[in-house]
């Protein structure tokens, strides 16, 4: 499938998982795709030369994105090196499981600079191109966690949660420009912040874990659909319900 010949999709925290997934859907629809990074280079770069290796265009490119002055770098990279962002996929997370009474302002802030201030950074960083072209989409990569107790703690809860809101105010203020704003939220996806957790996969009612690349086939759906924004789609084997 080539829907998305000629556009540029930028996916942070691309380099494994969920985002590996996203990537990788992203250029068999003929997108070009930034594969962002923090720390994983090797395997940032392996998913770009997995892209390339099928014919399609990528790059992988390293910034962390919770900081402004490395998004702006970011963004200036990738349109040098493919153009201008038309998909933005936040996607980047961070998962410190903490308890109630040993939940530290630090794991907080931390949780909240990666899980939310980024997606902020990012987005505000792409509409102006987006809104000047009249199309975009942007999709978060929130959690089954911004709606029920989750398993890593209510810093993350809060993030999540934060997410989705984004994504409503950002979908009612850019529908008009062209550009959809919404969210996933998966449930006990097979991740290593999955195994890190140590969860069951019985307690999920389907009797498995999600996997990265059914996550993938939601957000391509949102990526296609024009008329679909402000929404949150959960992914979670019968697990919860919105």
Known sequence: MTDLA???ALVTGGSRGIGKAVAVSLADAGAAVAVNYREKAGEAEAVAGAIRARGGQAMAVQADVSRADEVARLMAAVERALGPVDVLVNNAGVGVPRGVYDLTEADFDLTIAVNLKSVFLCTQAVIA?????QW???V????????????IGPHYNASKAGMEGLTRGYAARLVKDGITVNAVAPSLIETDM???MESAAARIPLGRFGTPEECALIVMMLVRNAYMTG???ALSGGLSFL
């Open 6 to 8: 000629k556009r540029v």
């Open 129 to 133: 191109g987006m809104r000047a072209r």
């Open 136 to 138: 975009g989409r942007i």
């Open 140 to 151: 978060n990569i929130s959690s089954g966690a911004a709606r029920g107790a989750g398993g």
């Open 194 to 196: 999955v195994r890190q």
């Open 231 to 233: 929404q949150t789609v």
